[in-house]
């Protein structure tokens, strides 16, 4: 089974770790690393160590991208990026001992219509040759909102479209009925125009996506655990109690467990326990993607139940 993964707006990812940060105060680093990233990278490399056949597809700038390559190549995913001007953009990631994180996220270079249609034309190809393709992550300035939208539209039916994305790209994106979509609350709120502060009412959002195209939702809630729906169950799985190392990829880690979940068998608990399995065992890495072993312990942990 082949999962292709769309990587529009890759980034590098640049934590730096305090010892308590303070606004308006000179706060002094005691670590740093960086690693080629963006949602569709952190999506790529977590269905490969989940067993998954994949290979990542979009643009990627000239300066910087190599953290990013190499980050695939040593994970075993085949990349297929068309080359653009400019940096890859950077996004800095503070961290402090409580665990906190607070992030400074860079927009990306802009990019033009020659290029976004030869990277149309790449995941198109992959997806004639795939069981999945994962649209995931920030358009790049200069990329029309609807790009999801239609590259879902042109797919081919035997190619099941899962889509990651907020504002524009997911609300037009509902037309095109993807497969599946993942919202977190604060994108699921986005998309509504209002507050969700109670599961129920995370419930009935799910739903009207649901009404407007959306085969299958799914909302990651933090540490209060995941749902999942296809408009018949509604499917409520808590947060596992660990110790989170960091929760930065944790998202991305559910969306890879979904599909292979989805992929093994069809069945929508069994999808969200991979999910929130997935998810947890990237929070305790601290490396944004789940270690094989730790994703298959945490597998029996996860409890299901109907909302």
């Known amino acids: 089974m082949l999962v292709t993964v769309l990587c529009l707006n890759p980034a590098?990812?640049?934590?730096?770790?305090?010892?308590?940060?303070?606004?308006?105060?000179?706060?002094r680093i005691l670590a740093e690393h960086s690693v080629g990233a963006g949602k569709g990278i952190n999506v790529a490399v977590a269905a490969r160590r989940l067993g998954m056949e994949v290979a990542c597809a979009g643009l990627l700038p000239r300066r910087g991208g190599r953290l990013a390559l190499d980050r695939l190549a040593r994970q075993g995913v085949g990349a297929s990026f068309v080359p653009?001007?400019?940096?890859?953009?950077?996004?800095?990631?503070?961290?402090d001992n409580s665990?906190?994180?607070?992030e400074l996220?860079?927009?990306g270079e802009a990019v033009g219509e020659r290029h976004l249609a030869r990277a149309r034309s790449q995941a198109l190809r992959l997806a004639g040759l795939s069981d999945y393709l994962v649209l995931t992550g920030s358009l790049p300035t200069g990329c029309p909102p609807d790009f999801y939208?239609?590259?879902?539209?042109?797919?081919?039916?035997?190619?099941?479209c899962v889509l990651d994305a907020s504002g524009e790209a997911l609300t037009l994106g509902l037309g095109a009925r993807p497969f599946l979509v993942k919202p977190n609350r604060q994108e699921l709120e986005l998309a509504c125009g209002k507050a969700l502060p109670a599961l129920r009412d995370v419930r009935d959002a799910a739903l009207s996506l649901i009404e407007a195209g959306a085969q299958r939702v799914a909302v990651s809630l933090a540490g209060?655990?995941?749902?999942?729906?296809?408009g018949r169950r509604m499917l409520y799985?808590?947060?596992v109690a660990v110790p989170v190392r960091s929760p930065t990829g944790a998202g991305d880690a559910m969306v890879a467990g979904m599909v292979a979940g989805f992929a093994e068998d069809g069945d929508l608990e069994h999808a969200l326990r991979c999910g929130m399995a997935a998810a947890t065992a990237s929070i305790v890495s601290g490396k944004m993607t789940p270690h094989r072993g730790t994703y298959e312990r945490f597998f029996s942990a996860v409890k299901v139940r109907q909302l």
Do not use: H
Request: charged share 25%; aromatic share 2%; proline share 9%.
């Open 12 to 27: 590098i990812d640049r934590t730096v770790e305090v010892a308590g940060f303070v606004l308006r105060a000179t706060n």
């Open 84 to 95: 653009v001007p400019g940096s890859v953009r950077v996004n800095l990631k503070i961290r």
């Open 99 to 102: 665990g906190a994180v607070t």
């Open 105 to 107: 996220n860079e927009p």
């Open 149 to 160: 939208a239609k590259l879902m539209g042109d797919a081919p039916p035997t190619c099941r």
């Open 224 to 230: 209060e655990g995941a749902l999942l729906t296809d």
């Open 237 to 239: 799985a808590p947060g």
